[in-house]
């Protein structure tokens, strides 16, 4: 059962272009949605995160946006470097006690010069 | 500043062999948890642990044992490997306080092959 959808599976963007990842999700209980990165041969890690009371967090380059009622958020990076070029992954958890946290299937991003 | 170490990074096993993967955190985290990842299939969780002593299933359990006897080691047990055990092995560790509170942070991997 997979809790949280995430598309498309690969994306290809051109340096300076906006890369798009979307996720969806339906546990309504969800109250933490945090995007990791992951480059080649490393463990993911942390990239930005976003509460439902909120509906958008930018920090740098790269900005969630949140649709509660929807239960939606994607991950927008705006001037997409090469440098980018990871595999990212959407996920949702709640918050207090132990932190199950559901990840999505990841979206691998290339960016070409 | 170690965070969360996973060794071996490479091992290679034949089928039926048995293994274990370590994982050693030092930032006195009281979750740990073990992850495999597959092409097409994302992270999926094995078994996880919120404190020393303890252990429980996680999505994709079976065919492996884990245990944590110390708070800042996880280990991750194949007592006969299989084929279908040929994955991309990630430990994390996260607080249930503080400023990193829900954070998850893991390890290099260990990229295990079974033949």
């Known amino acids: 059962q997979q809790q949280v959808k995430q598309s498309p599976q690969s994306l290809i963007v051109q340096k300076g272009g906006i890369s798009i990842i979307n996720c969806a999700y339906e546990?309504?209980?969800?109250?933490?949605f945090p995007w990791y990165q992951q480059f080649p041969g490393k463990g993911p890690a942390l990239l930005i995160a976003i509460r439902p009371d909120v509906s958008e967090k930018k920090e740098g380059r790269f900005t969630i946006s949140f649709n509660k009622s929807a239960k939606q958020f994607s991950l927008h990076i705006m001037v997409s470097q090469p440098g980018d070029s990871a595999t990212y992954f959407c996920?949702?958890?709640?918050?207090?006690?132990?932190?199950?946290?559901?990840f999505g299937i990841g979206t691998k991003l290339q960016v070409i010069p | 500043n170690a965070g969360v170490t996973q060794t071996p990074k490479f091992r290679v096993l034949k089928t039926g062999q048995s293994m274990t993967l370590l994982c050693a955190q030092d930032?006195?985290?009281?979750?740990m948890y073990w992850y495999r990842q597959d092409p097409g299939m994302g992270l999926r969780l094995i078994h996880y642990s919120v404190g020393e002593g303890t252990t429980a299933k996680g999505e994709v359990p079976d065919g492996y044992n884990v245990s944590r006897l110390k708070k800042q080691n996880f280990l991750l047990g194949l007592e006969s490997a299989a084929p279908s055990q040929t994955s991309v092995y990630f430990c994390a560790s996260s607080s249930p306080t503080g400023r990193a509170k829900n954070i998850q942070y893991f390890g290099a991997g260990t990229r295990l092959s079974v033949l």
């Open positions: 546990n309504t209980a969800f109250d933490y």
């Open positions: 996920a949702a958890s709640r918050t207090g006690g132990y932190q199950k946290v559901t």
């Open positions: 930032m006195n985290h009281e979750y």
